[in-house]
């Protein structure tokens, strides 16, 4: 499956980003998402995961309350909207895909996400 992340940009403390990943070549609902997300020199780190329904989903806790990631099937697409957004939410936001089962020891480890997007910067300034 081939991923395309969309929707970064520039903001302001306090506002809001949806983001978007659209997949193509396969059907999305084969595959567990998540939204990852890196900062210069630091390890990627999982901001948000849905499995294949989109009936389960799962947090970093600092982001738990502001953002919610969803997935419509139907259009192969999967979103973070991102709410109340932080300076530290600033960074490049990478999508990805999994074919393993859903787990909480899974979702937390990009070594089991074998499709990546190619990332959207994320910039939010105090």
């Known amino acids: 499956v081939q991923l395309q992340a969309s929707g970064g940009g520039l903001v302001q403390a306090g506002d809001s980003l949806k983001l978007s990943c659209a997949a193509s070549?396969?059907?999305?609902?084969?595959?567990?998402t998540a939204w990852f997300r890196q900062e210069p020199g630091k390890e990627r780190e999982l901001v948000a995961a849905i499995n294949r329904s989109g009936s389960s989903t799962h947090y970093r806790n600092s982001v738990k309350g502001r953002f919610t990631v969803s997935r419509d099937n139907t259009k192969n697409t999967m979103y973070l909207q991102m709410n109340s957004l932080k300076p530290e939410d600033t960074a490049v936001y990478y999508c990805?895909?999994?074919?393993?089962?859903?787990?909480?020891?899974?979702?937390?480890?990009?070594?089991?996400?074998?499709?990546w997007g190619q990332g959207t910067q994320v910039t939010v300034s105090s």
């Open positions: 070549g396969r059907s999305l609902n084969t595959y567990i």
């Open positions: 990805a895909a999994s074919t393993r089962t859903w787990s909480i020891g899974t979702m937390t480890s990009s070594r089991n996400f074998a499709s």
